[in-house]
């Protein structure tokens, strides 16, 4: 069972468009973090939400966590090419926060 | 300053043969993780250790064992390898457990026939 379910698990949108990627849980997280992945490489974090509501901005991205701290949302405005690559979500847990719960991975493809 | 390395980048085994994959950090970091890949599931702990001389096992452990004698050396060992094991292995590190910022090593490729 997922613990973390990702939506859509496979994105490919042409270059200027917006575009969210959203991470879900029935499960209450102390912390939520996002990671992008490229080809042949380990993931490299982008942000972390720990506070309920809490939105953070990245340049073109911006990043909410859930009111009641279940979900969160990556939205990335007027996509570039360079924003290819696997996007993954990652949950701190309330008991044993060492260990983080992954989501199954959004694959985002922006085409020029 | 290199990060977390892991060699070798790619091995292929034959189905009951074991081998050990190795992780090191230069970064002085407390905790250390393995993480398995597998198309579709993300990314799935493991073993963990919160310094040396302690471990503790993830979700999916059996088929592996882990041993941490120095800070910056977390190897994994395979005991008898198994198709099922066929995977993109990932080391990280990060500073203590209250720490959010999680480095990964570059991934081994496995595969077992």
């Known amino acids: 069972t997922q613990l973390l379910e990702q939506s859509p698990q496979f994105l490919s949108i042409q270059e200027g468009e917006n575009l969210t990627v959203y991470c879900n849980s029935s499960s209450v997280f102390s912390s939520l973090q996002w990671y992008r992945q490229e080809p042949g490489e380990g993931p490299v974090l982008l942000v972390t939400?720990?506070?309920?509501?809490e939105v953070k901005k990245l340049k073109r991205l911006t990043f909410q966590f859930g009111d009641a701290r279940k979900d969160s949302s990556l939205h990335i405005t007027a996509a570039q090419p360079g924003d290819t690559g696997l996007y993954l979500c990652a949950g701190g847990r309330i008991q044993g926060a060492q260990k983080l719960v992954f989501g199954q991975g959004t694959r985002l493809t922006i085409n020029p | 300053n290199a990060g977390v390395t892991q060699t070798p980048k790619f091995q292929v085994l034959k189905t009951g043969q074991s081998m050990t994959l190795q992780c090191a950090q230069d970064m002085n970091h407390e905790y250390m993780s393995w993480y398995r890949q597998d198309p579709g599931m993300g990314l799935r702990l493991i073993h963990y250790?919160?310094?040396?001389?302690?471990?503790d096992q993830g979700e999916v452990p059996n088929g592996y064992n882990v041993s941490r004698s120095t800070t910056e050396d977390f190897p994994l060992r395979l005991l008898s390898a198994a198709p099922s094991q066929t995977s993109v292995y990932f080391c990280a590190s990060r500073t203590h457990l209250s720490s959010y910022e999680q480095y990964f090593g570059p991934g081994t490729r496995l595969t077992v026939t």
């Open positions: 250790s919160v310094g040396a001389g302690i471990t």
């Open positions: 939400v720990v506070t309920g509501g």
